[in-house]
């Protein structure tokens, strides 16, 4: 049973052109959500988190939006560079202090020049 | 070095043997992780160390898998009696401590085993 949910496995976008990631999820007890990158060959890079307490967090060009009503979060990317090409997972836990974090199966993410 | 690191990189096995894989986790992190990753599956939690001791070892699939960390720092994944399932990226992550705020996890690059 897949808890976190990242329903496209594949996005292709124009250099500097919005990317838009979306991850869905389950479990109403899941409070602190992340997004980590992933080129090949290399491990999972943190990229941006937030907390169920906000609907928005930003960093540069990164934005993750949370809707828990929804139980939906995404990530957007503005402007797309084609080194962001890679894989990108969603991530949740029950609290920001846990060590257990689930796991969605990633959206490779493909900017083209 | 600066980062987690992980041996061997690749790792190919023949099934029913007996296998160690090694993490080297960022000096000073307290807390140690191992994840699996099979192929299109993001990664799934297998075990977490606060310092010498196993704090949850619920996502071990079975009595063949074991891990360490006798003294706090390096971790060894071990698998017996390997079996063709077993194949995947197994990644190891280590963070400054557990059970704290915004507790970001650093992932090694992984090590892929492939059971013959």
């Known amino acids: 049973d897949q808890q976190v949910k990242q329903n496209s496995p594949s996005l292709s976008v124009q250099e500097g052109r919005i990317s838009i990631l979306n991850c869905d999820y389950t479990n109403s007890m899941f409070d602190y959500f992340l997004w980590y990158k992933k080129y090949p060959a290399e491990g999972p890079t943190f990229l941006i988190s937030i907390s169920s307490i906000k609907d928005k967090n930003e960093d540069g060009r990164f934005t993750v939006f949370l809707n828990k009503s929804a139980k939906h979060l995404s990530l957007h990317i503005v402007p797309s560079q084609p080194g962001d090409s890679a894989v990108y997972f969603c991530?949740?836990?029950?609290?920001?202090?846990?060590?257990?974090?689930?796991f969605g199966t990633g959206t490779r993410l493909k900017v083209l020049a | 070095g600066a980062g987690v690191s992980q041996t061997p990189s690749n790792k190919v096995t023949e099934k029913g043997k007996y296998v160690e894989l090694r993490c080297d986790p960022i000096?000073?992190?307290?807390?140690l992780y191992w994840y699996r990753q099979s192929l299109g599956q993001g990664p799934e939690f297998l075990i977490y160390f606060q310092g010498t001791g196993a704090a949850d070892d619920s996502g071990l699939p079975n009595d063949r898998f074991f891990a360490v960390r006798p003294e706090g720092s390096v971790s060894t994944l071990k698998i017996q009696r390997t079996e063709r399932g077993d194949s995947a990226v197994y990644l190891c992550a280590s963070s400054l401590l557990a059970g704290a705020s915004y507790n970001e996890q650093f992932f090694g690059p992984g090590t892929r085993l492939t059971v013959l």
């Open positions: 991530a949740a836990s029950p609290n920001s202090g846990t060590y257990k974090y689930i």
């Open positions: 000096s000073g992190h307290t807390a």
